[in-house]
């Protein structure tokens, strides 16, 4: 089945630099990779996605890319603040036997941005 | 308001007594999926449903059991909870467009249920 796995699980910045979080799956028939952010107490809310007919996707400060042959995928945020600080989730669908979509989560990354 | 939501928020109790973690929301979404959140272990689903009456096992179904008798509605029932099941739990819910040919859905998560057993 799909494995997705997430590094670093941990990523402490300045305030201003960027950040960098990359995750791998395993499962080549996956076809679509959101990214959820998950503030301290609160539910993951997504914040980006992209399908495996696109390389990048940008919106604002953040940026997703994803490259198929080697399978993995990764967010970027630029110009970091306080409040990006969080935990961040990669997932990638995969298709179930029975034809039914399930998203495979990536085990998290705890992002600090210091001022 | 779109939303999810789950009642309780926080429960303690005791190994071995019944309890039912509820889960409902107003999209008219068709799927609807209960993860449990770990340190370290990211977002491991127990169990989802694609619609109605249509229910599978995720990757830990051990000790739970959900229902899906409506489609805005999906409880969790932990028979005989125990002490490894002490865990944070989300609903999530979205549109099932796989049917559709369209291959993304966002899924929305709710608030959570923090459970501890003694």
């Known amino acids: 089945g799909e494995n997705v796995e997430q590094h670093p699980s941990t990523l402490s910045v300045q305030e201003g630099d960027s950040a960098v979080i990359k995750c791998t799956y395993s499962?080549?028939?996956?076809?679509?990779f959101p990214w959820y952010k998950q503030e301290l107490g609160k539910r993951p809310q997504l914040i980006i996605d992209?399908?495996?007919?696109?390389g990048e996707k940008k919106d604002q400060r953040i940026a997703v890319t994803l490259n198929k042959t080697a399978k993995h995928f990764s967010l970027h945020i630029t110009e970091t603040q306080p409040e990006d600080s969080a935990v961040y989730f990669c997932?990638?669908?995969?298709?179930?036997?029975?034809?039914?979509?399930?998203?495979?989560f990536g085990a998290g990354t705890r992002l600090a941005v210091h001022p | 308001e779109a939303q999810v939501t789950q009642n309780p928020r926080y429960l303690i109790t005791v190994t071995g007594k019944k309890l039912t973690v509820t889960c409902s929301q107003n999209?008219?979404?068709?799927?609807m999926s209960w993860y449990r959140q770990d340190p370290g272990l990211g977002l491991r689903q127990i169990y989802y449903?694609?619609?109605?009456?249509?229910?599978d096992k995720g990757d830990v179904p051990e000790g739970y059991k959900v229902s899906r008798k409506e489609k805005r509605n999906f409880p969790l029932i932990l028979e005989s909870p125990s002490p490894n099941q002490t865990s944070l739990y989300f609903c999530?819910?979205?549109?099932?467009?796989?049917?559709?040919?369209?291959?993304?859905?966002?899924?929305?998560f709710g608030p959570g249920t923090r459970l501890t057993v003694l």
């Open positions: 499962d080549s028939a996956s076809n679509y």
């Open positions: 999530a819910s979205s549109q099932n467009k796989l049917l559709q040919g369209i291959s993304n859905n966002e899924q929305f």
């Open positions: 449903s694609m619609n109605v009456e249509v229910t």
């Open positions: 992209i399908r495996s007919n696109v």
């Open positions: 999209m008219n979404h068709e799927y």
């Open positions: 997932a990638a669908k995969r298709v179930s036997s029975g034809g039914y979509n399930k998203l495979i």
